[in-house]
T-cell receptor, first 118, second 115 residues
């Protein structure tokens, strides 16, 4: 079974600075997808960024980028120019690419609570 | 386009009762997944329905069941409630086609408290 580990329960950063959230995972599969989701106080999970395992290039979405190290099974999220609106719980998630065609099943980490200090 | 709608937002039940939660996916989406979120166990996958058929199932006891209707709306039922069933229940919808960039859209959840 796959597992996802986020070793930082809480992180804080000054507004406008850069912060990196860590995520490691364990799997025996070679093809899979990785995601970072954000959960603000509204409780709705919002996709921040995603990465295909077979793509060497790290994904970027505006101020958000990842450092994907497949051999090390590491998938960290970097937030640049942190803004107050970035404050939320951040979850790293894994999805197998070998499930039944189209099947959706995410394995989540425990989450990291990010605080932005003004 | 309306988002994923979950009802009710909050629910209080007592041990031994049963409860039904509802999820209306985004129009056109055929896949609905359910997750349980607790402070101790985090987010755990319950099951996924696609075109009225359960396509995937997590490791939960048989007290947890679900179904999907022809309009893709889904319900989740928990029978013989236990204190440990207190959690935020999230549902998510997608087209269900499995493309790598297929996005999962989440609702705001139903907060269930079992007393």
């Amino acid at each position: 079974a796959q597992t996802v580990t986020q070793s930082q329960p809480e992180m804080s950063v000054q507004e406008a600075e850069t912060v990196t959230l860590s995520c490691t995972y364990d799997t025996s599969e070679s093809d899979y997808y990785l995601f970072w989701y954000k959960q603000p106080p509204s409780r709705q999970m919002i996709l921040v960024i995603r990465q295909e395992a077979y793509k060497q290039q790290n994904a970027t979405e505006n101020r958000f980028s990842v450092n994907f190290q497949k051999a090390a099974k590491s998938f960290s999220l970097k937030i640049s120019d942190s803004q107050l609106g970035d404050a939320a719980m951040y979850f790293c998630a894994y999805r197998s690419a070998v499930l039944i065609q189209g099947a959706q099943k995410l394995v989540f980490g425990q989450g990291t609570r990010l605080t932005i200090n003004p | 386009k309306a988002g994923v709608t979950q009802t009710p937002r909050y629910l209080i039940k007592t041990r031994g009762q049963q409860v039904t939660l509802s999820c209306s996916p985004i129009s056109g989406h055929r896949s609905v997944s359910w997750y349980q979120q607790t402070p101790g166990q985090g987010l755990q996958f319950l099951f996924e329905y696609f075109s009225e058929t359960q396509r995937n199932k997590g490791n939960f006891p048989g007290r947890f069941s679900g179904r999907q209707f022809s309009n893709s709306r889904s319900e989740m039922n928990v029978s013989t409630l236990e204190l440990g069933d207190s959690a935020l229940y999230l549902c998510a919808s997608s087209s269900g086609q499995g493309a790598w960039n297929e996005k999962l859209f989440f609702g705001s959840g139903t907060q269930l408290s079992v007393l």
